[in-house]
């Protein structure tokens, strides 16, 4: 697929493309590569159970274009039209699935400047930043701090009892159709998962923001507030009445990441 518009800050059409990653499992990773003529890339990364098409990634990408900024929203593995099984855990996976992408790109000569992700795609930012601090400006959009938490609504109250006894537990959507299925060793990988620890090793040169909602019922707003404690060089915005795809927020989502991306370019163009 392509789409040709024209970038603001260049003569140089916008061109949307389909593009496979392949990782380090050797799945194909699908994304669309919102294509300015700059260099300069932004990857999205979406949140659990979702694909690069839901609303924050697809208006994420449409404001960056706007500004002349290129952008990469993709599927992790098992979600969306990327290859391989998906996992209720595998969080440091995902982390590494980014990795393959950010690796990938810069194969080709783009220099990427920011990584931004949305709920399970925020863990997936915070992650890699701890691990492999070699991307400077990162922001989390309704990640979760603490993963012990927040799962009886989607698993069930009695989950734990039953996954002890028949070794998952399938989750349904509110039809009672089945969506996907929770193995004791995804929920364990969830749980051995260390934000707070992540948080603590980001380089205090890595500049990170989190946004909020506070009308989020997915995950609780006071999450941010512990990524605010935690994380070195930090920046908070948290947006009144939001929830958690931010519905009827969009613009002032984009707003604020974009003023935070564009706030790191000036940083580095007076240096």
């Known amino acids: 697929m392509s789409a040709n518009r024209r970038s603001p800050n260049q003569n140089h059409p916008v061109i949307q493309q389909r593009k496979v990653v392949i990782n380090s499992h050797g799945e194909k990773l699908v994304g669309i590569l919102h294509d300015t003529g700059s260099k300069e890339l932004v990857i999205l990364?979406?949140?659990?159970?979702?694909?690069?098409?839901?609303?924050?990634?697809?208006?994420?990408?449409?404001?960056?274009?706007?500004?002349g900024i290129s952008a990469f929203r993709f599927d992790f593995a098992g979600n969306g039209e990327s290859e391989g099984s998906f996992q209720y855990g595998n969080y440091r996976r995902e982390a590494d699935d980014l990795r393959d992408v950010v690796q990938h790109?810069?194969?080709?000569?783009?220099?990427?400047?920011?990584?931004?992700?949305?709920?399970?795609?925020?863990?997936?930012?915070?992650?890699?930043?701890?691990?492999?601090?070699?991307?400077?400006?990162?922001?989390?959009i309704s990640g979760r701090f603490d993963l012990r938490i927040g799962m009886e609504g989607r698993l069930?109250?009695?989950?734990?009892?039953?996954?002890?006894?028949?070794?998952?537990v399938d989750v349904k959507n509110k039809r009672g159709k089945f969506q996907y299925r929770v193995t004791e060793e995804s929920l364990m990988d969830r749980l051995t998962t260390?934000?707070?620890?992540?948080?603590?090793?980001?380089?205090?040169?890595?500049?990170?923001?989190?946004?909020?909602?506070?009308?989020?019922?997915?995950?609780?707003v006071e999450d941010a507030f512990k990524f605010n404690k935690f994380i070195p060089n930090h920046k908070?915005?948290?947006?009144?009445?939001?929830?958690?795809?931010?519905?009827?927020?969009?613009d002032e989502l984009a707003f604020i990441v974009l003023d935070f991306i564009k706030g790191d370019r000036n940083i580095h163009s007076r240096l």
Not at 156 to 168: A, E, S, V
Not at 198 to 204: G, P, V
């Open 45 to 67: 990364c979406h949140g659990i159970h979702s694909s690069k098409e839901r609303i924050p990634m697809v208006n994420l990408a449409a404001a960056l274009e706007k500004e």
């Open 105 to 140: 790109f810069r194969g080709v000569n783009h220099a990427i400047t920011t990584i931004v992700g949305h709920s399970k795609g925020g863990n997936a930012v915070v992650l890699y930043a701890a691990k492999y601090k070699d991307v400077h400006t990162v922001v989390n």
């Open 156 to 168: 069930g109250k009695d989950f734990l009892q039953r996954i002890k006894q028949d070794g998952f």
């Open 194 to 220: 260390d934000v707070q620890g992540a948080c603590k090793s980001i380089n205090q040169n890595c500049r990170v923001l989190t946004v909020h909602g506070t009308r989020d019922k997915m995950v609780p």
């Open 236 to 250: 908070l915005c948290i947006i009144e009445g939001a929830d958690h795809e931010y519905t009827s927020h969009q």
